[in-house]
């Protein structure tokens, strides 16, 4: 009895192989979320952030008294009438901290990210383009970089006017070229690559190249510099709310409930410990979940992670 075979090459009586379905590849975030949960100092911090930030957006429903309300005992302890006790004006010490913590919080995030897209900016065509380009916005980098950064935000808000915007606006200029160095000095690592150089002689034109093949290799570092970034902002909005340049009279801000409390520091501690207190925690938190973030996206521990998984 002969074998028949068919056309196709596949031998009918042969026994069926087994079709293996291999798994789809987990998401690179996927990945990085579940190194970083492995951080226990990384998620509480992350968690107090969390906690922090939902308190000052919903201030508005979780302040028994409103920012500008005052009530009718000065200087009062803790009760249950004012968690926090009231300040020397009759307000309402809990009530003015949340909402000083969604003031804070938004100037923070302004300032970073305002300097975040014009370094980003900044970095991608100073590296990108080299030669006489890069020379020209790196000595601008350096000029800028030699002013103090509160010096910068008080000359901003000295020709803007006092508010807290333009003294974001200003502090945002002096961050600025730590992330155009940051992302000059990653360009110019990445666009030597193979990939970049396949992707020019194929005819990809600079910006699909830097948008495709130099952002998404920079993102780490940006992530992880942006964190960091949060919490000197933070110290930094307190410092010039503290010498009366960012909120004005009648809003709160962190800074500016730590400058009234300093004032009566020898009345009562407690004005100035709690905002003093609030500030360093989230300035300490967003500093943590920048390691966090760092050592989740390391070299180092993504090959030894993939190594461990085969």
Known sequence: MTDTIR??????????????????????????????????????????IVII???????GTLAP?????????FMATFSKQHWLGTDNTGFDLYSRLLFGIRT????????????????????LLSGYMGGWVDTVLMRCTDAIMALPGLLMAMAVVG??????????????????????RLVRGQVLAVKGESFVEAARVIGASPPRIIRKHILPNIASPLIVQAFVSVGFALLAEGALAYIGLSVQPGEASLGSLLQQGFNLINQTPRLMLVPGVVIVLLSLSFNAVADGIRDALANKERVADVGAQA
């Open 159 to 180: 020709v803007l006017g006092h508010s807290v915007t333009h003294a974001m606006i200003g502090l945002s200029v002096a961050f600025m070229p730590g992330f155009a």
């Open 7 to 48: 056309p196709d090459g596949i031998d009918p009586q042969a026994a069926p192989t087994e079709v293996v379905t291999l798994p789809p590849p987990r998401p690179a975030w996927h990945t990085t979320w579940r190194r970083f949960r492995r951080q226990k100092v990384a998620m509480a911090a992350a968690i107090v």
């Open 104 to 123: 804070s919080l938004y100037a923070s995030l302004l300032a970073v990210v305002l300097a975040l897209v014009g370094g980003t900016l900044l970095g």
């Open 53 to 59: 930030t939902l308190a000052g957006i919903f201030a």
């Open 65 to 73: 008294h409103g920012i500008d309300e005052m009530t009718s005992e």
